[in-house]
């Protein structure tokens, strides 16, 4: 069974970037991971607990300090009026998805991560920055189809590997659905009472055959919703959940089972 084949057969996920933890990880049908925290040994460990190992890698977005900017010039950077766009909550630099440079740096760091590394897939992160951030319609519409065009190029050297997309369930999603194999819906209201949302994405899991992946953070559990209407409404829509520690960091939580 391959890799693709292996995903609609989970039942669980789990969502950790934090070191260590390995036996718990391993628990996880498929778990979520940052690769500064691993190795080839951890990954080799978790595959041969019969785990999913998905990499993290920030699509849009790269932190200030990171030594990958010495490989960077003024035109890899998303400007607006000369100024370069920042999310001021995290430090990170914001990424112009037209660069052909920024686009090679990530097919080669997603390269190594499945050619080298061996993960199952990658996770892509910061994509939603598209929608959240308060940009210009045609601008919008032109990294949306510079992601595209990268989703075409990562399928054509990584067709039989996994692609979850973080977020970007607005006007990025239409675009997107059938070059990925999941989506992430971080922190968002899945509640009982929101059926309009619920319909969207199981019509989209339906049409598309993408997995929906539900995220809530210790603390937030869906902003606000309590824990059991999370696992009723996963369980009614086909959706995985999992409620992971706050940050992502500290201590495994345990799988929950959605099907």
Do not use: C
């Amino acid at each position: 069974m391959d890799r693709l084949q292996r995903l609609k057969k989970i039942n669980n996920y789990g969502l950790y970037y934090a070191r260590d933890y390995l036996n718990e990880l391993s628990e996880f049908d498929l778990v979520i991971v940052e690769p500064l925290a691993h190795n080839s040994k951890s990954i080799e460990f978790l595959n041969k607990k019969n785990t999913l190992v998905i990499g993290y890698v920030s699509i849009l977005e790269i932190d200030a300090s990171s030594e990958t900017l010495s490989l960077l010039k003024e035109e890899d950077y998303l400007t607006i009026n000369s100024a370069r766009q920042m999310n001021t909550a995290y430090n990170n630099y914001i990424m112009d998805l037209r660069s052909e440079r920024w686009k090679l740096l990530l097919v080669n760091k997603i390269g190594n991560l499945i050619t080298n590394e061996h993960y199952d897939g990658i996770f892509l992160d910061t994509i939603a920055d598209i929608e959240h951030f308060d940009f210009e319609s045609d601008l919008r519409k032109v990294l949306i189809a510079e992601y595209v065009k990268l989703l075409r190029e990562l399928r054509k050297y990584f067709p039989k590997h996994i692609f979850i997309q973080n977020n970007g369930a607005g006007q990025i999603i239409n675009s997107s659905a059938k070059l990925i194999n999941g989506l992430m819906l971080e922190n968002q209201d899945i509640s009982q009472k929101n059926t309009e949302l619920n319909l969207k994405f199981a019509a989209l899991k339906e049409e598309s055959g993408i997995e929906i992946f539900i995220l809530s953070e210790e603390g937030k559990k869906g902003k606000g919703n309590n824990f059991n209407r999370l696992v009723e409404t996963s369980k009614e829509n086909d959706f995985l959940l999992y409620v992971a520690p706050h940050n992502y960091v500290g201590k495994v939580n345990s799988p929950i089972n959605t099907r």
